[in-house]
């Protein structure tokens, strides 16, 4: 068993799981989506991300670039979630932004997952 396939696997999955539970409920209530589960998100996913980065592989650079996709939409939902806070009012249509970004990475990261486990299936052992 490779040690290193496995703590990346792990990171990727996790990143998926955490997303998809910032993402699942009501798209327009503040109540359904933390905060502090949106950057746990944020943080996973930069660590699975810092985990591709070693990869020089075809393979590896598809993920690397679907990890940065989720990245990219993850930080600037938290971005807009804070602007909002602060000198905006948080409303119905900002939190429907925010939960669209984090669909949107969430997306990312399924093509990720799904791209490992095949890289996975395909490798010989």
Same mark, same amino acid.
Not at 31 to 59: P, R
Not at 98 to 121: E, K
């Given at each position: 068993?490779?040690?290193? %396939?496995?703590?990346?696997?792990?990171?990727?999955?996790? !990143?998926?799981?955490?997303?998809?539970?910032?993402?699942?409920?009501?798209?327009?209530?503040?109540?359904?989506?933390? %905060?502090?589960?949106?950057?746990?998100?944020?943080?996973?996913?930069?660590?699975? &991300?810092?985990? %591709?980065?070693?990869?020089?592989?075809?393979?590896?650079?598809?993920?690397?670039? &679907?990890?940065?996709?989720?990245?990219?939409?993850?930080?600037?939902?938290?971005?807009?979630?804070?602007?909002? !806070?602060?000198?905006?009012?948080?409303?119905?249509?900002?939190?429907?932004?925010?939960?669209?970004?984090?669909?949107?990475?969430?997306?990312?990261?399924?093509?990720?997952?799904?791209?490992?486990?095949?890289?996975?299936? %395909?490798?010989?052992?």
């Amino acid at each position: 068993m490779n040690l290193d %396939k496995v703590i990346s696997g792990f990171f990727i999955i996790l !990143a998926m799981t955490i997303n998809f539970g910032f993402f699942y409920g009501d798209m327009h209530s503040l109540e359904a989506h933390s %905060k502090y589960e949106l950057f746990a998100a944020i943080v996973i996913n930069i660590i699975a &991300t810092t985990l %591709k980065l070693g990869d020089k592989t075809q393979m590896g650079s598809v993920l690397l670039a &679907t990890s940065l996709v989720a990245d990219i939409q993850l930080i600037v939902a938290a971005i807009i979630w804070t602007v909002a !806070a602060y000198v905006y009012v948080v409303d119905a249509e900002i939190i429907g932004i925010i939960v669209s970004l984090s669909g949107g990475a969430l997306l990312a990261n399924i093509v990720s997952v799904s791209l490992y486990v095949g890289d996975t299936l %395909k490798s010989k052992r």
